[in-house]
């Protein structure tokens, strides 16, 4: 069975600081990674792709891939109110299988 | 602007009725995928499509059915609605294997 394991949180930041999300995956066949952004009740929104291993840098936001730990993670610097979300992690079915397999998600809260 | 469009957006039924939910992309995208998500489970994939002519079970499919129209166009079917289908339904579209994929805004559907 193929896993993405993510801590369900809540986990509250305070606003300006950095949040920090994690996550990591079973299937060693897995080539691409992705941390959505998810509002209640609003579809999933991308906020990082990340193919290769190391740091990969957009914004305030930063992805880490770790492929020999299996590991992803997703920095947010300078943390908005507006940031306060459930945040998904998938990576792509190994093996030639198309979709993704995502994790239950972390919920997110910044403090003002 | 490229979109990727679900209908209803909203639908309560009862028990045993065949309900069809539909999905449209204005992307150009050959991939099409349906997902359901449920509280503390995470989204689901439930069938994907490379094309009219491909379509292929995901890790949910029992009770659905899908048809895939025309390259734009990709429909889920429940030919007998149950109660723990109760579940916001998503549609999801890709250029490539592996690669990301877009959300439509979901169908919450209730089974009564």
């Known amino acids: 069975q193929k896993e993405v394991e993510q801590n369900s949180g809540p986990l509250s930041v305070p606003e300006g600081a950095i949040a920090s999300l994690n996550c990591t995956y079973s299937?060693?066949?897995?080539?691409?990674f992705f941390w959505y952004r998810q509002y209640s009740g609003k579809s999933p929104e991308l906020i990082m792709s990340?193919?290769?291993?190391g740091d990969k840098e957009d914004g305030r936001f930063t992805a880490q891939l770790n492929k020999a730990s299996q590991y992803v993670s997703l920095l947010i610097r300078d943390s908005q109110p507006s940031d306060s979300a459930t945040y998904l992690c998938?990576?792509?079915?190994?093996?030639?299988?198309?979709?993704?397999?995502f994790g239950k998600g972390t919920h997110l809260i910044i403090q003002p | 602007d490229a979109d990727v469009t679900q209908t209803p957006r909203n639908r309560i039924t009862k028990t045993g009725k065949r309900i069809m939910l539909e999905c449209s992309q204005t992307?150009?995208?050959?991939?099409m995928y349906w997902y359901r998500q449920d509280p503390g489970l995470g989204l689901r994939l439930i069938y994907y499509?490379?094309?009219?002519?491909?379509?292929n079970k995901g890790e949910i499919s029992d009770g659905y059915s899908v048809s895939r129209q025309a390259q734009a166009k990709f429909s889920l079917s429940l030919e007998s609605a149950i109660p723990n289908q109760t579940a916001l339904y998503f549609c999801?579209?890709?250029?490539?294997?592996?690669?990301?994929?877009?959300f439509g805004p979901g169908t919450r559907l209730t089974v009564l």
């Open positions: 999801a579209t890709s250029l490539r294997v592996a690669d990301t994929q877009y």
């Open positions: 299937d060693r066949g897995s080539q691409s």
């Open positions: 990340i193919y290769s291993n």
């Open positions: 998938a990576g792509n079915s190994g093996g030639g299988a198309d979709g993704l397999t």
């Open positions: 992307k150009g995208h050959d991939r």
């Open positions: 499509s490379f094309d009219v002519k491909d379509i």
